[in-house]
């Protein structure tokens, strides 16, 4: 991983995965029309604070709320930051 970005605190910086762009019946989905992505891959942690110790690591693949962490482009990449309370789930 060559990010030089650390989060602080319970914060983590997620890479989200790309959009579906087909249905499940095999229809093409336009750029309009898109879900934002729900699911991502954890790219760094912090350390966490006394009373919140980390529970993800990275590389693993995580479930998060529609409209959580801040969006943010590094090296023409787009990333997701936030709290690790707006993961609702490892996959």
């Known amino acids: 991983m060559g990010l ?3 989060p602080l605190a319970d914060r983590v ?3 989200p995965l ?8 095999g229809l093409i989905i336009p750029d309009t029309a898109k879900e934002k992505p729900q699911k991502g891959i ?6 966490g604070t006394k ?3 980390m529970t993800v690591k990275v590389g693993e693949t995580v479930l998060y709320g ?3 962490g801040t969006e943010l482009k590094l ?3 787009d990333y997701l930051i936030m709290s ?3 993961i609702l789930a490892i996959v």
């Open 4 to 6: 030089n970005i650390k």
């Open 84 to 86: 690790e309370s707006d």
């Open 42 to 47: 954890v790219q760094a942690v912090g350390n």
């Open 51 to 53: 009373e919140n110790k």
């Open 75 to 77: 090296d023409g990449k």
């Open 66 to 68: 529609k409209y959580a």
């Open 13 to 15: 910086l997620i890479e």
């Open 18 to 25: 790309e959009a579906e762009t087909k249905t499940a019946s």
